[in-house]
């Protein structure tokens, strides 16, 4: 193999150089952003890598090491190569026969590739996934995420509309919230719901959540539906240039019975209908994807969503 690429492991001087190439990337996404990745950087151990031809970057991949293997990216949502609009199959083979002479060199038998889904990218992307197969990767790990098209969106039951306008009689509130307190008690709610129910935590603290929304306010948003002035339900949502996202959803017993949760996100998702495309609930499995949570699925399914998968690729080098 003749190419002109070669790899720099990522550091802190090449900030501005990464995140200018985030920014013009065709699957680049605000996550991605240093200021995004290294919030809490110090709970992995970053093995990020340029792809360079001379002093110009070619590709980019978020990574980090887990136990002799790399990652991309054990602690983000979707990983995998970043490319700008030059980027063309030829390249991105090299780059992939690049990455795995890299790893035989760092002494690391395996890379855990995690693909950008395809109604993230601003322009056709998956030049990574040819070079997967042809690198014989494995697929280890599928998720179902349920995606709204907010262009065309499957008709709702009678049910979830019923549930909608019970919360309206109710008198429940849906407002967009920006302070710190608000984050706190969204988190607050969010983390009762889940140790009630499946005895975890939410990823983010509250001030970890607050921090990335100053961050990226044009990015994070908490929308949350009050009734007599309380807290009862909320969505945090991550909004990209053609999806929004619900990265955290929460409602307690009173916002169940009475839809205050689906009125929030009926809302939301109205907000969003002549700017975005896709309005994306995320992942209804577990235990990497073998297992689907039927209920839950279904309940994102009543909204007119339909699946999308999230893939995680494994290579033997």
């Known amino acids: 193999m003749k190419t ?40 992995y151990i970053d093995h990020s890598l340029l792809f360079m031809k001379g002093d110009m970057v070619v590709a980019l991949m978020p990574a980090n090491e887990d136990n002799g293997e790399l990652v991309s990216h054990g602690w983000l949502t979707y990983g995998g190569l970043i490319l700008d609009g030059k980027a063309k199959q030829h390249t991105v083979n090299e780059c992939f026969d690049v990455m795995c002479n890299y790893l035989k060199m760092q002494k690391m038998e395996k890379i855990r590739y995690k693909t950008v889904p395809h109604i993230y990218h601003k322009q056709p992307s998956e030049e990574d996934k040819y070079a997967l197969y042809r690198n014989r990767a494995e697929l280890v790990e599928s998720y179902t995420s349920t995606v709204v098209n907010l262009k065309d969106p499957l008709k709702m039951p009678k049910g979830r509309k019923a549930q909608i306008s019970r919360a309206k009689r109710e008198g429940v509130e849906i407002r967009k919230l920006e302070g710190r307190e608000d984050y706190e008690s969204f988190i607050e709610l969010e983390n009762n719901v889940l140790e009630s129910r499946h005895h975890v935590r939410a990823v983010h603290s509250a001030d970890e959540l607050y921090l990335l929304h100053s961050r990226f306010p044009q990015n994070i948003h908490l929308y949350g539906a009050l009734l007599k002035g309380d807290l009862i339900a909320g969505a945090v949502i991550y909004e990209y240039e053609q999806v929004v996202h619900t990265q955290y959803l929460a ?31 995320g992942n209804s499995t ?20 339909r699946t999308n998968v999230y893939e995680t690729w494994e290579i033997r080098v």
């Open 4 to 43: 002109d690429i070669y790899i720099k492991r990522y550091e802190a001087c090449d900030n501005e150089k990464w995140n200018a190439y985030i920014k013009e990337a065709k699957n680049g996404l605000f996550m991605f952003d240093r200021n995004y990745m290294d919030y809490h950087r110090d709970r």
């Open 251 to 281: 409602a307690n017993e009173t916002a169940r019975e009475i839809g205050a949760l689906d009125l929030a996100i009926m809302e939301v998702m109205d907000q969003y209908r002549d700017s975005k495309q896709w309005f994306d609930f």
């Open 286 to 305: 577990e235990k990497g994807g073998r297992y689907l949570n039927e209920g839950l699925i279904a309940q994102k399914e009543g909204f007119g969503g």
